[in-house]
């Protein structure tokens, strides 16, 4: 992802990411560096939607946001 948004970058292309957010801090950190726009998906607001119908967690998407 990163190749290529600087490859995009030198080329005069503009990135964006679309993500669900369960990245860890570092990379997406590293990510922000390199893209033009991220967008983070939040599904919901609470941690029972995210473990009943994501199957995931609700915390590391409010911390990627």
């Known amino acids: 992802m990163l190749d290529t948004a600087d490859a995009g970058r030198a080329a005069g292309v503009k990135s964006a990411v679309v993500s669900a957010g369960t990245s860890d801090k570092s990379p997406l950190r590293e990510l922000c560096r390199h893209v033009d726009a991220i967008k983070i998906d ?23 946001l």
Do not use: C, D, W
């Open 42 to 64: 939040l599904k919901a607001f609470s941690q029972k939607f995210y473990t009943e119908v994501v199957n995931g967690e609700l915390k590391p998407v409010l911390e990627a």
